[in-house]
Nanobody
Framework: VQLQASGGGLVQTGGSLRLSCAAS????????MGWFRQAPGQEREFVAAIRWSTSYADSVKGRFTITKDNAKNMAFLQMNSLKPEDTAIYYCAADVGGGTYYPTDPTTYEYWGQGTQVTVSS
């Protein structure tokens, strides 16, 4: 499985961005897809995930929305009301296994994209 993240960029506080993650594979509809982010000097942290339902970090609830388009093998992260503390490299990840799915746990995901930079200026 290959993942390609895109859509990052520079935006002002309060602005919006939409991240995309294109995935290979024949059974994308069963994948658990997650978005994580890592800021400089910080550990990678969970942002949002979707399989049969969605999960969000408290810090992004009400501002970010994760979706999947199974027909196009793509996942999206719509980010609104962006804040400087959202600045990070954003990674998409896929869980394709059949085991128990822990959406907030990065070790659940077998495949990772290369990351896309999001910078929010104050």
């Amino acid at each position: 499985v290959q993942l390609q993240a895109s859509g990052g960029g520079l935006v002002q506080t309060g602005g919006s961005l939409r991240l995309s993650c294109a995935a290979s594979g024949r059974t994308f509809s069963s994948y658990g897809m997650g978005w994580f982010r890592q800021a400089p000097g910080q550990e990678r942290e969970f942002v949002a995930a979707i399989r049969w339902s969605t999960s969000y970090a408290d810090s992004v609830k009400g501002r970010f929305t994760i979706t999947k388009d199974n027909a196009k093998n793509m996942a999206f992260l719509q980010m609104n009301s962006l804040k400087p503390e959202d600045t990070a490299i954003y990674y998409c990840a896929a869980d394709v296994g059949g085991g128990t799915y822990y959406p907030t746990d990065p070790t659940t995901y077998e495949y990772w994209g290369q990351g896309t930079q999001v910078t929010v200026s104050s």
